[in-house]
């Protein structure tokens, strides 16, 4: 019941938020921008204004007023966006390049289950899970990838960028990796065949740009695409910025007979 409680505090939280920031949805471009920079002015007198000074210890004591405060950052941003040349080709490249992992991550998967199902389980196994990740790795310089309109909205997308990875490690630490930063998820029984492992019904060759509201005429939005903006609360403004990503792949051993005889 706590947990039940939990999501329906949560979820009025996230309403109430919305509801404030609405009316922004259709001002103009500067007035969206002066309530972004004023967001982003509350963010920084939290946590600093230095991303390689953010940390969880930093993050933790603010964690519900930066997560209500970076929503209100994600609508707005994705309100705010602008289709150009230059941001369009760079959706393709990020989209193309996400789909091409969310294959290979797939085929990984599939070879580790026929590997699995060729070998005895250990005594102590009842069952294995083979689980994949995939997600963003912002570690170094190259991590993000400046664009020319970013002058045009004044964030600090690093900064930004940072703090939501460190949100997600503070609030949902099962969407992360211990050795690189936030991801998504995906799980599949050691004996599924290949076929059924790596066709991905969810990509049909029918984009999911919709799910963010922008069209991106002529691309076939992947659903991993989507995901990082609706799933991992990436902006897409954020989103197109991101240039390093990672993926693992790896195996639950299961074991169920905890009982003690009597």
């Known amino acids: 019941m706590e947990n039940k409680n939990h999501i329906v505090d949560e979820l009025e939280e996230r309403n109430v938020c919305f509801e404030q920031i609405q009316p922004l949805a259709k001002q103009p471009f500067e007035r969206q921008r002066e309530a972004l920079l004023d967001i982003e002015g509350e963010v920084m007198s939290l946590v600093g204004d230095d ?28 309100w705010m966006f602008k289709e150009t040349p230059e941001t369009y080709e760079r959706m393709r490249k990020v989209n193309q390049h ?22 005895p389980k250990p005594f102590f196994v009842d069952d294995y899970e083979v689980r994949g990740m995939l997600g963003f790795e912002g570690d170094d310089k190259y991590s ?30 099962d969407k992360g990796s211990p050795y690189s930063g936030i991801g998504l998820e995906w799980s599949c029984r050691y004996d599924q065949t290949r076929e059924e492992i790596v066709k991905d019904i969810l990509d049909d060759g029918v984009s999911w ?52 005889e009597w």
């Open 144 to 173: 993000l990838m400046p664009l020319t309109i970013d002058k045009d909205f004044g964030s600090d997308y690093p900064l930004m960028i940072t703090i939501n990875e460190s949100l997600w490690g503070v609030e949902k630490p």
């Open 51 to 78: 991303p390689e000074l953010v940390s969880y210890h930093r993050i933790r004591p603010h964690s519900r007023e930066l997560r209500l405060l970076m929503l209100k950052r994600y609508w707005l941003l994705n």
């Open 209 to 260: 740009a919709h799910e963010f509201h922008i069209p991106f005429e002529g691309l076939c939005i992947c659903h991993t695409t989507m995901a990082f903006v609706r799933d991992l609360y990436f902006p897409v403004f954020d989103l197109l910025h991101l240039n390093s990503f990672w993926s693992e792949v790896h195996v639950a051993y299961q074991h169920f007979s905890s009982r003690v």
């Open 98 to 119: 996400l789909y091409d992992m969310d294959r290979q991550l797939h085929e990984q998967m599939a070879d580790l289950c026929e590997k699995l199902v060729r070998e």
